[in-house]
Nanobody, 119 residues
Framework: QVQLVESGGGLVQPGGSLRLSCVVSGSIFSIYTMDWYRQAPGKQRELVATITNGGSTNYADSVKGRFTISRDNAKNTVYLQMRSLKPEDTAVYYC?????????????WGQGTQVTVSS
């Protein structure tokens, strides 16, 4: 069984910073792509940032230059450093991991962490 647990969300003022973490645990052989998504109230879930197991990254245009995704393969952890936060960044942030177990290769999701940007 694979579990993803996010942490680091909270309330922050516009212009502030937060760092999200997501730890992957369980019977994992390999972790491939790791992603951060977000979903604001009344909106569809959107991809925010992606990092491959080789360290290549990709970002949504709305967060380029403000957010940085990184990973620590030894700790099975992915991070999202968020700077210059705006009210429109308010959302529930989810991590997703593509992982190989002894039975399959599939995507796993975390439960989400709330980020609220407000003065």
């Amino acid at each position: 069984q694979v579990q993803l647990v996010e942490s680091g969300g909270g309330l922050v003022q516009p212009g502030g910073s937060l760092r999200l973490s997501c730890v992957v645990s369980g019977s994992i052989f390999s972790i491939y792509t790791m992603d951060w998504y977000r979903q604001a109230p009344g909106k569809q879930r959107e991809l925010v940032a992606t990092i491959t197991n080789g360290g290549s990254t990709n970002y949504a245009d709305s967060v380029k230059g403000r957010f940085t995704i990184s990973r620590d393969n030894a700790k099975n952890t992915v991070y999202l450093q968020m700077r210059s936060l705006k009210p429109e960044d308010t959302a529930v942030y989810y991590c997703k991991s593509r992982a190989m177990t002894d039975s399959s290769l599939r995507d796993y999701w975390g439960q989400g962490t709330q980020v609220t940007v407000s003065s």
